[in-house]
């Protein structure tokens, strides 16, 4: 029995730069480290071309494409019970909160901009959680019951109490969607981005005069490479850091290593298309998320079906149905089955990890860092 895949590809996960920046379209040599467009000096690799756009061009296209995906992807919430349009619309809005994180510590973005588009999507994004794993975890069920006759009877009220959970959850992602807030946030971002658009420079980088002690007071403009290589490897200390707490950790550990795992994806294809130096380092990111996702669906999954017993001595309206449900055979099978996938899901993490931070990791990161 497997909890079924998270890992599906949608809309959200395609390459983020479509466009085609000032710097990115134009065939540029490099004569004495300048550009020039003399036909006797040598192409620039593919992969070094976004590290030479300035980072405000970069930035904003990018935020631009998350923005307008995720105001497609909430007109299309009208069919909220559809799991794919719910998986979409939590990517959409993981994508625009993960480029505004990512772009807040840099001096080319108003940082209180992004920090309330960061916050202000929040509670969208967790209550389209609630959704999306309630929703996985009804088909882990319904999977379940085809490949085990009879099991229907003993699970069938943990499936009617969780269509309820979900309506609920459906229901304030409606709410949240109509509501000001929400409303406020989008507009926020929309004049945001026309803000950032009139104040993007592609002049070429000077520097001006130092003060007497020596600062140098501004250097113009800053580059994707000026940026983007110690973001991207700071995200990848994040990870390193779980280290300590390997293996013997706590399901909520686990599921934060998982984030950090998809913060560094995002990190690295977030300013267009990844070179194909790259595809096994995204490779092992993606199984990690994928591995650590189907973990994180059983925790969930057992801890609901605990939330979801009556409390003992309690007079409740269900109370008699789950009472008797909980004693029935086919009921404590499914507990021992997701207790034995998370097992043998939490003895295979070890390979996982040493993909992950193996010396081959660490050189291919660094060796992408260093050609932008």
Not at 6 to 21: A, I, K, L, P, Q
Not at 77 to 94: G, K, M, N
Not at 239 to 250: D, F, Q, W
Not at 333 to 344: D, I, K, S, V
């Amino acid at each position: 029995m497997h909890v079924c895949a998270r890992g599906r590809r949608s809309r959200g996960e395609r390459d983020v730069t479509s466009h085609r920046g000032r710097h990115s379209d134009a065939k540029t040599y490099m004569v004495n480290g300048r550009g020039t467009h003399q036909d006797s000096a040598q192409p620039v690799e593919e992969e070094s071309t976004i590290g030479r756009m300035p980072l405000e061009e970069a930035g904003y296209h990018a935020l631009k494409l998350y923005y307008r995906r995720l105001r497609k992807e909430l007109a299309d919430l009208r069919q909220i019970d559809d799991a794919d349009t719910i998986h979409d619309t939590r990517v959409a809005v993981r994508e625009l909160r993960a480029m505004a994180a990512l772009l807040q510590p840099s001096d080319c973005f108003q940082r209180r901009w992004l920090r309330q588009m960061d916050t202000g999507l929040r509670q969208l994004a967790h209550t389209l959680g609630i959704v999306r794993d309630t929703d996985v975890l009804l088909e882990h069920l319904h999977s379940y019951v085809d490949q085990h006759e009879g099991a229907a009877s003993g699970l069938a009220w943990l499936e009617e109490e969780l269509a309820r959970r979900r309506a609920r959850a459906a229901r304030r992602v409606r709410k949240l969607v109509k509501q000001k807030n929400t409303y406020q946030v989008l507009k926020k971002t929309r004049r945001g981005l026309h803000r950032q658009r009139r104040r993007i420079r592609v002049s070429v980088p000077a520097t001006r005069p130092t003060t007497t002690s020596g600062r140098v007071e501004e250097v113009y403009p800053v580059l994707v490479r000026h940026f983007a290589g110690g973001a991207i490897w700071e995200r990848y200390q994040e990870i390193l850091r779980y280290e300590t707490a390997l293996p013997r950790a706590s399901a909520e550990t686990l599921h934060g290593l998982r984030i950090a795992c998809k913060r560094l994806r995002y990190s690295m294809q977030i300013f267009g298309k990844t070179p194909p130096a790259l595809a096994e380092t995204l490779s092992a990111l993606k199984d990690a998320q994928d591995h650590l996702g189907r973990l994180h669906d059983i925790f969930y999954a057992e801890r609901l079906i605990t939330e979801l017993l009556p409390p003992s001595g309690a007079a409740r309206r269900h109370a008699p149905v789950r009472t008797q449900a909980a004693t029935h055979p086919q009921y404590l099978e499914y507990l021992e089955a997701l207790t034995r996938e998370g097992n043998q899901l939490r003895s295979s993490i070890g390979p996982l990890w040493r993909r992950l931070t193996g010396l081959p990791m660490r050189q291919t990161i660094c060796g992408y860092i260093a050609s932008l």
